[in-house]
Structure formats: structure tokens, C-alpha cells
């Protein structure tokens, strides 16, 4: 039997996380299965011994599956077995990678793959939470070298309390709900969604969540320790330090007077800094050329880098010439295309987002299959980022994990600010037309103004901001940067994107690439944001100061009914042919559901006229009978003594040939009355025994003048037929109740004596 090595870590609310080692996948360079209650992951770690030749940077790839078989399940389809990566699967791969992936060495190119897999669930805890941690343990047990451990926690509030990694339930209550990643030392990433929280709230959410980090990282210290765990040498780059130096001499200078003009011209910048790396090439020796060309390449990306950093911290001059605070112009411009139900376009600086919304029924909700959430999702958003929009020539793909990624941020940042109750399923569609930095950002402000042209009375509406952050070694020079371009992402030490409303923010996502970011630094970048986002909110509001009072003319209505859930059958029918009758006939969609004892109906039509008749026809099945009401009803049956009625959807009455008219009918023929027939009635009585229904048109109907009451109280009603109702003899009233005597035969061809 093998012995494997464990390591715990206390929560400190009962639960206790397992690291166990060297049981599970030893032939990976590392391996740990990770268990918290009924919570199984496995994490592996393989790392190619060499690079691949010319790879000059971090080629890892991260992955996170889960297995139906976990919580139970068959997958769907018709192959019944995993497939591509859920959208919830790339998210959680990329929370993991975003704090692995700065920390290798940056000499470090070989190959990497990291394997998260969930093999148990019960459903309570949440997964995603761990993934960091198993990723991290796997590759603090390896050979593998990692400037780490890491490890990652979920936080958040509920009820003011900050709670380290909730349940799947008590998350529905929280109003911040953070997922946190950090080395021992220091906050790498953070990524998460609240309802229009605090600067200072946020800063205290991320401090709660380093703790509990510290004491992950200090776990994996441990465990790597006790396996006595030495990192492998390599040696993956071939340097040429004469060269390096050779080449920032040359090339120093020239990039920094770049950086200092201040160009908004991006393409301009970009050409002007290849310029002078061509430049320097070419002035190598032939011979040597090709050989020293990759290294030059390498060596001029840091001079650039260098270049650009150092004119901002000791000039306070951006690459486009803005100051640190200043943010890029900004036009946008609603309704812009006539097609979907809403529309705007948001332009700042060179990075522009072309947004559309899409109202639809019921029926357009998306379905959500993964293995812990089976659920219906109202309110979609996707971000889509063509080639074009950066001027490269090359096709376009399908969607990949940064367009999951960029599309959930701008997801989270405007859902919470989706109005409660809202009838329609909501598609924002966000088309990146141009890109330098920030177009998530674009994408949010872009979707709040196509919602608000769509007519949607969002709570407020929301902006975005992209920070980010320059610093020297020890932080003795920094600058916070309002509004980043792509370069000074690429260039910088943070990407830190706020979104919110006037009152708080509603969304953030953080990178950090740097060492040793303190919370004073953190705290300025945020009210920095503030600033930068309420300066965008104004805009916003000048574009469109509220929502568009009604919605375009060809935007679906819908109208939302509840019902008593016993009629819920009835409005169906057998196989659902009631239904699709009232479908058929109205132009109108339907849907049906039974929440809390109640049926929720839900239709849909493109114009008031369906909407209104297919409202009238559930009102029909669904009304309860009441004496007195007048009815328009159809003859369903014709009997000797008088008529059934169909007055109301699954409701018959008796009409008695008494109550048909003030005259005296013979018999049914004389009325008139067919089956079909189409007649007016009122409810005059309804059988508290029984619960049958008295019918009566003459009811309805003027008393004609000098007209006298029968004998017997009947209303003049024919209560017997003697021969073919033209020979009768009299009618004596021996009180039973009718008024009527006997009845004797007067001769009707049939012989008979009297009837007792």
C-alpha cells in the first residue's frame, strides 16, 4: 500500500482542505489531490525538460474540466461524454493561469501544462474556488521552477460579514463575491462582481483574502519541504551582454524621444520603434546578421519598455501624450443602426465598441449544462474581437478564452444593475471595431447605452475604467494611469479595470506584474478610477439622459399573467392543443410555468392587437363563473326541454325553453335556436349543491307591455307536451311545486289513456 504525504489547512468554520501527494498520476513532474468535504481535485503538473528552439517566452497552457460522473451525472448529447470546455470551465482556467503565468522565471520557456480535473462534488462547495490551490501544490512538489506558491480564494460578504470560500448557497446572498489571488507576499489577481460596494469595502475584501492565503502558501512551504523538493537547472537562453549593451547605446535614446512625442497615432509609435530596430540590424555585419537578429529583438524590447517607463515616472508624459489622469476623448452616438431593438457605438481614443440588443421571449433564454449548474440565464452578453480591429491581416476564428474572459467582465459589470423582474431575455452583442486598450471597458459603457436605447429602465447606468501602473524597482517612483493603452498594458505593472455606477462599483479585474504592490498604491489607483469613471458616466448621460420611453415599434410586447395553478392544465389542453390553438390563432407565443403554487404565464407578440386577443382567450379559461354576468355563448346541444350553452371555455349551462323568450314556445323548433348558434345569456343561477348553471336570454330581454304572469308562477314556460303541442287539454295547478295538474292525454294518435 502506498503511503502518500498530507498536508491540511484549517478554514477555521469546521472545514479542512487535504493536499495529499504521491498516490495519484506520479509519472507527472507533479501531482496533488486535493479534498475538501465531498470536493475531489486532481492537479497535475508536466513541464518539457528543454524549449522549443526560438521560443522566448512562457508557453503555458492551463486547463480545468469537470467530470459529470462527479456530481452524478450523464453528460448531455448524443455521445454522453465530455466534450470542449464549458464557458465557467475557460473562466476558471483562466483565473488560474492569470497568477501562475508571471510568476516563472523569465528564462524559463519550456513547454507547461497544467491539468485541474473535478473527479467529486456534492454540490455545496464551490470548485473554482480550489482550482489555484491544487494548481499551485502540484507544481510546489515538482521539479518545476516556480517563484511561488500561489493560491487562490473566493470571498465574500453576507450579511457584512467576509466569508473565505462560501457555499454554492450562501453565495445567493452575498453582495460581493471576489475571487482572490496572491503569494504569500503579495496580491496577483482579482476578478469579481458587487452591488455598487465601496472603494475602501473592496480594499478590505482583498485583505480578509490574503490572510487566508498566507496560510494556503505556508501549507505548500511545508509540503514541498518535508518531500524535499529541488528545482531543476536549465539553461534556456544564450545571452550576449556586449550585445545587449551595444544595443541599448544605440537604440536607447531614440526610443525615449518617441515615447516622448506623444503621438496619438498608434501606428505611427508602433513603426517609428521598429524603425530603429531595423535600423540597428542593418547595421550588423551580413555574416552575423541572421544569427544576432532574434537577440537584438529581444534586447531592443526591453530599451523600448525601459524607454517608455522611465518618460513617464521622471516627465509624467504618456506614450500619446496625455497626463497620467487624463482620459482619451470620447464620442458615442445611440440608435445608431435601425435593425436591432437597441444600439450605440462608444469610441475612446483609438478603441472602439459597436453594441446591439436584442429583446426576446422565454423561449430565447440560455440553457446552462455544466456539471454543478443546471439553469436558464435571461440576460447574455458576448464580446466578440475581429482581427481588423487592430489592423492585422489574418482570418477570423472561432470564439477563444479571451473573448469568454472579456465578454464575462462586461457580463458581471451591468447585471446587477438589470432591472428586477424583467420580461424579456436580453442579448448585448459588443463588436470590437477598433482596439488600443481598454475594450472591455468600451464594451460596458457601449451596452449601457444600447440597453438604455432599447428601452431597458436599468437601476443606473454603468461605466469603465482600465487603470494601470508604472513603477520603479522598490516603488520609489510610481505612476497610476487613467484610461491604459494596449502598449502600456503590455509595458506596465498592472491592468486594473474598474466598472460602476455614481455610487459604487459593480465589477473589477486585476492583474498585477510587479512585486511588492501595497495597499496605499492599491487605494489611489481605485479613487483615481472613481474619478476617471464618474468623468465617463457624465458623457453617458449627456448621449441619453434615461432610457427611451416605449420600446421601437418592432420590438416584441410582452405581458406577464399569473394564474391559480389549477388552471394551468386547462390553459394547455390535451397534448398541449389548447395552447397552440390560442398560438395558432393569435400570432402570439406562450409560455407557461408553475412557480410557488402559482402559474406564471408569459406572452409574447409583435403587436398590441395578438397580445390583447390571446390575453382575452387565457382570461376566458381562467375566469370563474358569477350570477348575474352576461355571457356570449354558442348552442352546443338541443334537447327537448331546452338548450346547453357553452358560455364560458369549459363551462355549460341549461338554457330552459322557459327562459328562451317572453312568448310561450311549443316546442324547441318554434325558438329557432340550432346548435351553433351563437347567443347573448345571463347567469341567473348557480346550483350551490350542484354547482350547475341556470341560463336566460329573456333575462336580457323587455317585458312586453300588459304581459301577465301564467298560472302556476312558470313565467309562461311549456312544462308538457300533449300529441304534436296542438290539442292540449287544461293544465290544472295542484301545487307540487311546478304549478302544473296532471297531464292527460288529449288524443295524439297513440291511444293512451291518462297518465297518474
Known amino acids: 500500500m502506498v503511503t502518500p504525504t498530507k498536508k491540511t489547512i484549517d478554514l477555521g468554520d469546521g472545514r479542512v482542505i487535504t493536499l495529499e501527494t504521491g498516490k495519484l498520476a506520479k509519472q507527472a513532474d507533479g501531482a496533488v489531490e486535493l479534498r475538501m468535504n465531498n470536493t475531489m481535485l486532481l492537479a497535475t503538473v508536466v513541464s518539457a525538460k528543454e524549449a522549443g528552439e526560438g521560443v522566448d517566452f512562457m508557453p503555458l497552457q492551463v486547463e480545468y474540466k469537470e467530470k459529470f460522473s462527479a456530481f452524478g451525472r450523464f453528460p448531455g448529447g448524443f455521445q454522453k461524454r465530455e466534450g470542449r470546455a464549458s464557458d465557467y470551465e475557460i473562466l476558471t482556467a483562466r483565473l488560474v493561469d492569470r497568477v501562475l503565468r508571471p510568476l516563472f522565471p523569465d528564462n524559463y520557456h519550456a513547454d507547461t501544462f497544467v491539468n485541474i480535473i473535478l473527479f467529486s462534488s456534492d454540490g455545496v462547495d464551490m470548485p473554482d474556488a480550489l482550482a489555484g490551490l491544487a494548481a499551485s501544490a502540484a507544481i510546489a512538489v515538482s521539479d518545476v521552477p516556480f517563484n511561488g506558491p500561489i493560491s487562490e480564494v473566493r470571498v465574500a460578504r453576507i450579511d457584512g460579514q467576509f466569508v473565505i470560500n462560501p457555499t454554492f448557497d450562501q453565495l445567493k446572498t452575498a ?114 546578421r541572421e544569427e544576432k537578429t532574434p ?74 449544462d455544466d456539471v454543478l449548474n443546471h439553469s436558464t440565464e435571461r440576460f447574455l452578453l458576448h464580446y466578440n474581437f475581429p482581427p481588423f480591429s487592430t489592423g492585422e491581416a489574418k482570418a477570423q476564428r472561432g470564439v477563444g478564452r479571451r473573448e469568454i474572459g472579456h465578454g464575462n467582465l462586461a457580463h458581471r459589470a ?75 498594458d503590455h509595458l506596465g505593472d498592472m491592468d486594473f479595470k474598474v466598472t460602476g455606477t455614481k455610487d459604487g462599483i459593480t465589477a473589477t479585474q486585476m492583474d ?4 511588492g504592490l501595497s495597499y496605499e498604491i492599491l487605494e489611489q489607483a481605485l479613487n483615481q478610477a472613481r474619478e476617471g469613471r464618474l468623468h465617463i458616466l457624465n458623457i453617458i448621460n449627456e448621449t441619453i439622459p434615461a432610457p427611451r420611453e416605449d420600446y421601437k415599434p418592432h420590438v416584441p410586447r410582452i405581458v406577464k399573467m399569473t394564474v391559480d395553478k389549477d388552471f394551468i392544465g386547462a390553459i394547455i389542453g390535451k397534448g398541449g392543443e389548447t395552447i397552440q390553438g390560442i398560438q395558432e390563432e393569435t400570432g402570439a407565443i406562450i409560455t407557461i410555468d408553475e412557480i410557488d403554487g402559482k402559474g406564471e404565464i408569459e406572452i409574447a407578440a ?15 379559461i381562467t375566469a370563474v363563473p358569477e350570477e348575474g354576468k352576461v355571457y356570449t355563448g354558442v348552442v352546443r346541444s338541443i334537447l327537448e326541454f331546452g338548450a346547453f350553452v357553452e358560455f364560458m371555455p369549459g363551462h355549460d349551462g341549461l338554457l330552459h325553453i322557459s327562459e328562451i ?58 312544462n308538457h307536451h300533449g300529441g304534436n303541442g296542438n290539442n292540449r287539454g287544461p293544465r290544472r295547478d ?23
Not at 192 to 205: H, N, T
Not at 686 to 708: C, H, N, V
Not at 734 to 756: A, E, H, K, L, V
Open 606 to 620: 409583435a403587436n398590441k392587437d395578438s397580445i390583447e386577443a390571446a390575453v382575452a382567450r387565457i382570461k376566458e
Open 295 to 368: 537577440l537584438v529583438q529581444r534586447y531592443y524590447h526591453d530599451v523600448e519598455k525601459e524607454a517608455m517607463r522611465r518618460c513617464v515616472l521622471d516627465e509624467g508624459v504618456r506614450l500619446d501624450g496625455r497626463k497620467t489622469t487624463e482620459i482619451r476623448p470620447i464620442w458615442c452616438e445611440v440608435d445608431y443602426i435601425p435593425g436591432p431593438h437597441g444600439s450605440a457605438v462608444f469610441t475612446r481614443g483609438e478603441t472602439q465598441a459597436l453594441a446591439t440588443v436584442t429583446l426576446g421571449t422565454k423561449l430565447d433564454e440560455k440553457l446552462v
Open 414 to 488: 451591468l447585471k446587477r444593475m438589470f432591472p428586477d423582474d424583467f420580461p424579456y431575455t436580453v442579448r448585448i452583442v459588443s463588436d470590437i471595431l477598433e482596439s488600443n486598450g481598454s475594450s472591455s471597458m468600451a464594451t460596458v459603457c457601449a451596452g449601457t447605452l444600447a440597453l438604455l436605447d432599447a428601452g431597458v429602465k436599468m437601476k443606473k447606468p454603468v461605466a469603465g475604467i482600465a487603470m494601470g501602473l508604472i513603477s520603479d524597482t522598490g516603488n520609489v517612483k510610481h505612476a497610476i494611469l487613467s484610461d491604459i493603452l494596449g502598449d502600456e
Open 734 to 756: 295542484m301545487g307540487n311545486g311546478n304549478g302544473r295538474g296532471p297531464r292527460r292525454d288529449m288524443g295524439n294518435g297513440n291511444g293512451r289513456g291518462p297518465r297518474r
Open 661 to 718: 323568450g317572453w312568448n310561450r314556445f311549443d316546442d324547441m323548433e318554434a325558438t329557432g335556436l340550432k346548435e351553433g348558434d351563437t347567443v347573448t345569456v345571463k347567469l341567473i343561477e348557480i346550483d350551490k349543491k350542484t354547482g350547475k348553471f341556470r341560463l336566460s336570454m329573456k333575462a336580457l330581454q323587455e317585458k312586453p307591455e300588459g304581459y301577465e304572469e301564467r298560472r302556476g308562477g312558470n313565467g309562461g314556460g311549456n
Open 512 to 515: 498585477i506584474k510587479c512585486d
Open 175 to 288: 453582495d460581493m463575491d471576489l475571487m482572490v489571488g496572491a503569494t504569500y507576499d503579495n496580491i496577483m489577481m482579482v476578478e469579481g462582481e458587487m452591488d455598487e460596494v465601496s472603494e475602501a469595502d473592496l480594499l478590505e475584501a482583498l485583505k480578509v483574502a490574503h490572510e487566508a492565503i498566507k496560510v494556503q502558501c505556508t501549507a505548500q512551504m511545508e509540503l514541498a519541504k518535508e518531500l524535499g523538493v529541488v528545482k531543476r537547472e536549465y539553461c534556456h537562453e544564450v545571452n550576449d551582454e556586449e550585445l545587449r549593451a551595444k544595443v541599448k547605446e544605440a537604440c536607447y535614446d531614440k526610443a525615449y524621444a518617441i515615447a516622448k512625442a506623444g503621438s496619438a497615432d498608434k501606428h505611427w509609435r508602433n513603426d517609428s520603434f521598429e524603425a530603429i530596430c531595423n535600423e540597428f540590424i542593418e547595421s550588423i555585419p551580413e555574416e552575423e
